[in-house]
């Protein structure tokens, strides 16, 4: 909202008031459900609608058709986790879609259920705006206010010095979105009108997971010394990808690290400076940032500190052995 606001926009906040209510207090809220509670949205028009919450089908249906002829232009924030393959290296938009399997609650939100659900979900927006959508399969978005410890977890591990855990290899590519610029880049498309789908992660270039730890411990002008450990090694050992391990995923999975951003990178889109993204993560988290993860979205936490030092100590035990 932040990025409406700066760009001279008149800004209506659609919310059920209990996640940080007290957010942008000079911006009308209006507050309801999108499950059974649209009601306040009634006899009201808007000239674009960003809906960054749609995660049942049943409920993004009622949402767009309620306003249907209310809102000039939709954005749906969707996901890269709809894709069928997640091993395909350099997927594009035009790729096979997940399915949920026969007999599965199109209601219940688990890890498995996240990327097929928004497939229908995208299909929703669609059959009720047509080309008046957007659909934007945003990567792993980054930055402040990130209600799970995926943000906060690297800047302020790395800040810490002393040994740190890296997983897997070095010049493995990874991605993510600031959400700074997702959100301007948003409201962008929503002020021309664009429709269609993009996949919206970064950077343009490939990022690597050294660069990233490094970029870290230089805005933090910390000590830190990187421990790289092997993927065998990390899964033998139960490490979580994505959960447990932020932005490392199984060298298999390179869908998640490889998504082709060229269509939104040619519709507007740009990244900010790695070091500013960084920068302004860390600013954050040690102001407290860090969140529980939302309720319903299963994201677990990240590496403790007792459970890197088990790791690491078992890597080492474990070369020692060799010697």
């Given at each position: ?98 399915t949920l399997p026969e007999g599965a609650s ?158 939104a990178f040619a519709a507007g889109l740009t ?9 302004a993560a860390l600013e954050w988290a040690r ?37």
């Amino acid at each position: 909202m932040e990025a409406a606001r700066a760009r001279g926009h008149e800004v209506t906040l659609f919310h059920r008031g209990r996640t940080h209510p007290d957010l942008f207090p000079d911006l009308e809220h209006v507050r309801g459900d999108r499950d059974g509670g649209l009601a306040p949205l009634q006899g009201r028009s808007w000239d674009a609608a960003l809906d960054t919450s749609g995660y049942v089908p049943r409920l993004v249906r009622d949402s767009c058709e309620l306003l249907r002829d209310a809102v000039g232009h939709y954005t749906f924030v969707s996901t890269i986790s709809v894709y069928a393959d997640s091993t395909r290296p350099g997927i594009t938009e035009t790729d096979s879609l997940a399915t949920l399997p026969e007999g599965a609650s199109r209601e219940e939100l688990t890890g498995e259920s996240y990327g097929p659900l928004k497939v229908l979900c995208e299909r929703e927006v669609e059959s009720v705006f047509g080309g008046r959508a957007t659909i934007v399969r945003a990567g792993l978005i980054f930055g402040p206010h990130d209600l799970t410890d995926r943000t906060a977890y690297w800047p302020l591990r790395v800040a810490e010095g002393g040994d740190v855990l890296a997983p897997g290899r070095p010049e493995r590519p990874i991605q993510l979105i600031d959400v700074r610029d997702l959100a301007v880049w948003m409201v962008c498309l929503a002020e021309r009108r664009i429709d269609g789908t993009f996949n919206a992660t970064g950077p343009e270039s490939t990022l690597t997971m050294e660069r990233f730890l490094s970029t870290c411990r230089e805005v933090a002008g910390s000590n830190a010394r990187f421990i790289w450990l092997d993927e065998p090694f990390l899964l033998e050992r139960k490490v979580t990808p994505f959960g447990e391990m932020p932005l490392w995923v199984p060298e298999r999975f390179q869908a998640f690290q490889t998504v082709d951003g060229a269509r939104a990178f040619a519709a507007g889109l740009t990244c900010r400076p790695l070091a500013d993204t960084v920068r302004a993560a860390l600013e954050w988290a040690r102001a407290g940032g860090p969140r529980p993860a939302r309720a319903g979205v299963p994201i677990p936490p990240a590496l403790t500190r007792e459970r890197e030092a088990e790791v690491l100590s078992a890597w080492r035990m474990r070369g020692a052995a060799k010697a």
